[in-house]
């Protein structure tokens, strides 16, 4: 591919950027919550737009139906001789409380400055995903408007349950496995290392979530009659929260670290060149001392070491003033996040365990799982990977590092399990993006430099002969499945 | 006073019981929740509507505006030779969350009938405190019906605030009390010992109420991002919380027992022959097994010692599915009850101290004190106490007992330290009313008998001959104050 009709391309990118920039406001000002079902409406409008954008790039799209929120599927015409690429979004968002503590109303997507001179765009959405999202849409757009075509074939999965586990998601996967043949995934949901250096996700945690539910007296009761006689549920899951940790900053949750391995000698110190300080990463967000494991450095910490938080925490009486009441019931939403060789359901099993052990008779405990995911490391020797991080380079003008992220993917891990898919993690947010809080927002120079990232590397991933590679089964199909003695299918590649 | 004329009374009483429900009932229907600021106009509408009630027994009665809710004070004319009763309640109520609980509309009185047959009169404030309150104005309405006057002189004192700490009536006391005189106060706002046997309270425990509320992040954070790095503020206070409490059930926070005196031997005999067991005092609020310290009988366990109950609790996010997010901040309402011996200035100053101590370098802590009244205990041989027992008595058919109560009625003390008023703590309340809690109710029968017990008791103190030891004090006031040393006012009867 010539330098020249890139360059066309790249060029068309900065002349259309007004245009981006409303086409990404207007998916904006759709609430799509998932987690709410009072915006389902929304999340299937925003499916619907996602949809009809991708459609104007001449790619047949459409919604397709689970038992929840709509997944939208759209794939180019196959040609059997290009490089096929599986690119995955999504188009749900987190919901928006505390909404008082936003500075403008959430889903009026704004262009503004950050009070550091930055043009930023603000709106729940704005970074994670659908800003992301569409600075690959916008990238294809660009090829399409120049070229008249996309470089290679895509076939675009964007959901809407993400932020909700993706539970109707994954049996999806199972039953399209046909139609989602691809050879690469990419994904675009992670972030630079900082703001003038790209980056690419090798490494994801997991994430088991729980919420817990403590269930003491049959009604709310007068701490003043029963106070000192009754048990307080509040007090009951206190007590068991207070002691998930030990004063190393540990989880005590026995066998929690099993499995769980040391930094490779040359990763470890690949990072500690990073000098990652409490300086730069928690004086921000108003912090100061490393809240993790005291023998490990704050990299490790947030990227390579299992964590559990308490993600939220209600019981009794939360309103004004003060009700001297005992509540009849108290809740915790608890997540850990999880490192290559935890399994999710044993550290569920070994959490509820630890739970229950210390619940009182007279007391009655329930569990929810909302979601459960491995870890997973990608292959750092992974093909499209240097052509990737090269592309980035160029961009950028600085090399783009390799990086674990301390955040969750789950649909990575299933792509790998269910599709045989390795995923390529590329993304553009920032830290301080305010992502799963008010206020968010995306760079403008991100998610400017995020499509021109796009466009060279579509273009370095069309010239790579990889695809060719790919050879007919025993079968007769291109597809490289074959199936395991367990049934379960993987993939030659992996 | 005649047999017969207390008997005309009593009579009265019976055959007007329905014209007596049905103004209790319009007072049910304001919904005066003290706690919450929208419901401020229905605050005062309630102390119109009791302050013309009693204005229609001839009485004067007045709103008297304080820095917050208004009081209603009322006075019969004052005849020098007659004993004159402060009577005090409250029109205020708690709030009704969780709403979603209630199986009536709170606030739309019904008369209906308890599943074990019982008649109930259920809504907010049935029992607490606007179903007490009534059974004294109405026992006054009968003797005004019958006798054409009250047998006795009264000050209605009816307050606004009485579930949030009475910040504002205190002051109040101060600054009038002059109008104040009495020479005793009469409460109504206890509780039988069960419904047969008609109870007076003698030691009520106190109360301090504190709201602590931790700042970690400036800003809600992603779990995933800085999961294991950054601070979690509902880690950092439920590990406080959990450390409130060994495991003995004791509380933790040094010096918190000191001054805390063990039962009178024969109290606690007297204690042990009323036998509270776990099956009559648990089992109807659905728990099995005494939540206090271990060595300690259950009702000593709820009457008599020093408790710590968690009211309420928040932080993060606590709506429907999963959201990961480190929360800026997270709070909770702690209460103490406390027992004769214990100053709460100094358990707070301890409590804050516990809480300061174990809050790390980069978190903020804030406390709001909402109530901090110390216990009290009255004198057993108080005059009036033997009159009232015997009218209790002879109403319920059964000897009155003379209980502790673990609940906080705080006026009580500032009746004392103030007014130098002793006061006589009768009530008629169960405890299955579901005081503070949905579907609160008040037994018809209660109610019924509760108006009779007042007329009996008012025609026993009408009878004694205590008040004409009254005499004037140096100043030439019939009122007994003298001023100490340190000009705090205090009275020569305590």
Redesign the interface.
């Known amino acids: 591919m010539a330098n020249t009709k890139l360059q066309s391309v790249l060029d068309h990118v900065d002349a259309d950027l007004e245009n981006s920039l409303e086409r990404l406001f207007a998916w904006l000002r759709i609430p799509s919550i ?4 009072a915006f389902a409406a929304d999340c299937r409008q925003a499916a619907r737009h996602v949809a009809d954008d991708i459609a104007s790039l001449g790619v047949s799209a459409e919604l397709r139906e689970t038992a929840g929120h709509p997944v939208v599927m759209a794939k180019t015409g196959s040609a059997a001789a290009r490089p096929h690429v599986l690119f995955y979004g999504h188009y749900d968002v ?2 928006v ?2 909404l008082e ?1 936003w500075h403008r109303p959430p889903f009026e997507p704004q262009r503004c400055l950050h009070e550091d001179g930055r043009e930023i765009l603000v709106a729940r959405g704005a970074e994670d995903d659908k800003g992301q999202v569409m600075t690959f849409i916008e990238a294809c757009r660009a090829w399409k408007s120049v070229t008249g075509s996309l470089p290679l074939d895509v076939t675009f999965l964007i959901e809407g349950e993400e ?3 993706s539970k109707n998601f994954v049996p999806f996967l199972d039953a399209n496995r046909d139609e989602l043949r691809a050879d690469y995934a990419l994904v675009c949901d992670t ?1 630079m290392w900082n703001a003038d250096t790209p980056a690419i996700t090798t490494s994801l ?1 997991g ?1 088991l ?1 729980e ?1 817990v539910k403590i269930t ?17 549920p ?2 009951v ?9 030990d004063d190393t900053n540990r989880i005590t949750i026995p066998g929690f670290y099993d499995g769980v391995k040391n930094l490779p000698v040359d990763v470890f110190r690949q990072w500690k060149t990073l000098n990652l300080t409490p300086e730069d ?2 004086k921000p ?9 005291k023998d490990r450095l ?1 990299i490790e ?2 990227s390579s ?3 559990c ?19 009849s019931m ?1 809740s ?2 608890i ?1 850990f ?1 999880l490192v290559e060789g935890q399994d999710p359901a044993k550290i569920r099993a070994a959490f509820r365990s630890f739970v229950e052990a210390r619940v ?3 007391c009655r405990v329930e569990f929810e799982d ?2 459960a995911a491995p870890a997973i490391a990608l292959a750092w020797d992974m093909k499209p990977l240097a052509a990737a991080k090269q592309a980035l380079s160029e961009e950028w003008g600085r090399e783009a590092v390799l990086i674990g ?4 993917i789950p649909i990575v891990a299933d792509f790998k399990d269910r599709l045989g898919l390795d995923s390529l993690l590329v993304g553009f947010g920032l ?1 301080d993006d ?6 968010e927002k995306y760079d403008l120079r991100c998610f400017h430099k995020g499509i021109r990232s796009w466009v060279r590397i579509l273009a370095a991933l069309a010239e790579m002969k990889w695809f060719r590679r790919r050879e007919r089964n025993a079968a007769g199909a291109w597809w490289p499945w074959v199936s395991g003695p367990d049934g379960r299918r993987f993939s030659s590649r992996s």
Chains 1, 2 share one sequence.
């Open positions: 998932s987690a709410d079902p987190q919901p409380d505390p503590l932020e909700i586990g972030s945690r994430l979530f919420e003491g007296p049959s009604r709310d009761l007068h701490s003043g009659v029963y106070g000192g006689g009754a048990r307080n509040i007090r899951l206190t007590d068991i929260l207070g002691r998930l940790f990463f928690l967000v108003g912090l100061a001392i490393p809240a993790g494991e704050l910490q947030i070491r299992p964590t938080d308490i993600n939220g925490i209600v019981g009794g009486y939360i309103g004004e003033g003060s009700k001297t009441i005992i509540p108290a915790a939403k997540s996040r009182p008779g007279d909302h979601s992220s301390g955040a969750s830290d305010n992502i799963h809080a008010p206020d």
